[in-house]
């Protein structure tokens, strides 16, 4: 038996502080049509896809920095993207920031991911759950990371989705590279995780220990881990290249339950990656090695949801 469909990994070049949403909405369009004329009908766009990575930037004027946010989704600007999916009948995952006005008018900020079915509908949404960096400004830096001060913790958990003939999950850059993130989506029977990131080539907070080899080797490693260790497909989308002067990695990919990259972006620009999926093909994994029910041993596991941080005995 299998079960197949055409995905795309939907790379983006840099989007700069100067681009407005309708322009980007363009690109994404434009992507979404060749991921169609590919035979594409399930599309991932990167992290925080409509705008720069503004948590790079100290932005303390209150209005600007909600200028970064969607309060409502889809919104003017994104509704020709739902309609092109609806046309093409080509499903999607978007990253963007999330604005959610309370009842008695305060407001929330999360960075989210929405997946979209193929009728132009939303199917799912996703807040990221691991939010990287700092809340304050880290002295001496070239840039900031500062996702700690802009998002709270996404409030969701990692639901996962019946749609577009599978299970589908969802997590956010810097979850990738937690195993918690793929095994509570495996435990629910993930057959596919979608996912974008915004990853700086350098990592200015390595304290210089970091060669500039390992951020792709890292960022790789973890997501054909949680591919391989859950029996589940990835497809993850990067936002690339130089952007407001400083370069993220590309290497967006599709990467098989085996914990195989059967497809990887080549350049830093906009770019559609397409693989051929078999959403079966992680079942002989979950039958057998990786067999939950029959190998799992849970009264050992307390500790991953009881204690936060390391607590060596004492010395
Ligand atoms: N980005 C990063 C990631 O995990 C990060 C976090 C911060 C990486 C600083 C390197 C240096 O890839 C996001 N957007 O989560």
Redesign the pocket.
Known sequence: MSRQLTVAAAQMGPVQRADTRSEVVDRLIAMLRQAHEAGATLVVFP?LALTT?FPRWVIDDAEELDGYFESEMPNNETQPLFEAARELEVGFHLGYAEMQTENDGSKRYFNTAILVDRAGRIAGKYRKVHI??HAEPQPGQVHQ?L?KRYFEPGDLGFPVFRSMDGVMGMCI??DR?WPETYRVMGLQGVELVMLG????SA???AKGQEAPHLGMFHNHLSMQAGAYQNGTWVVAAAKAGMEEGIHHMGGSCVIAPTGEIVALAQGEGDEVVTAQVDLERGVYIRETIFNFAAHRRIEHYGLISSRTGAEPPPA
């Open positions: 992290e990575f990287p960096g990371h996702e850059c810097n590279r990131y915004n990853t700086p990592n200015p907070f």
